[in-house]
């Protein structure tokens, strides 16, 4: 399975983006597919999820209210829409999905897309 990542950019504080995350390859192999992101000088962590089995979203306290996290099946693709973006937005954003469907881990990583929010 091979993730692509895209829809960074540059945007002022207030705006709004949407990345979308393309999946290729045995697609049919993949379970919950999420969004992390990386922040200079942080570790990574957990944005969103869409389960795959409900379509159920989770997202972490910083973005639940601002983000949706949603997915297109027929054409293999995760979108996370982001609306009143701040600037500790700022980050590389990579999509994942996991090859388990009750494992804890994301096993397919995209390449990142890097989104930067001016103030």
């Known amino acids: 399975v091979q993730l692509q990542a895209s829809g960074g950019g540059l945007v002022q504080a207030g705006g709004s983006l949407r990345l979308s995350c393309a999946a290729s390859?045995?697609?049919?192999?993949?379970?919950?597919q999420g969004w992390f992101r990386q922040a200079p000088g942080r570790e990574r962590e957990f944005v969103s999820v869409?389960?795959?089995?409900?379509?159920?979203?989770y997202y972490a306290d910083s973005v639940k209210g601002r983000f949706t996290i949603s997915r297109d099946n027929a054409k293999n693709t995760v979108y996370l829409q982001m609306n009143s973006l701040k600037p500790e937005d700022t980050a590389v954003y990579y999509c994942?999905?996991?090859?388990?469907?009750?494992?804890?881990?994301?096993?397919?990583w995209g390449q990142g897309t890097l989104v930067t929010v001016s103030s």
């Open positions: 994942a999905a996991k090859a388990r469907q009750y494992s804890t881990e994301y096993d397919y």
């Open positions: 390859g045995r697609t049919f192999s993949m379970y919950d």
């Open positions: 869409i389960r795959w089995s409900t379509g159920s979203t």
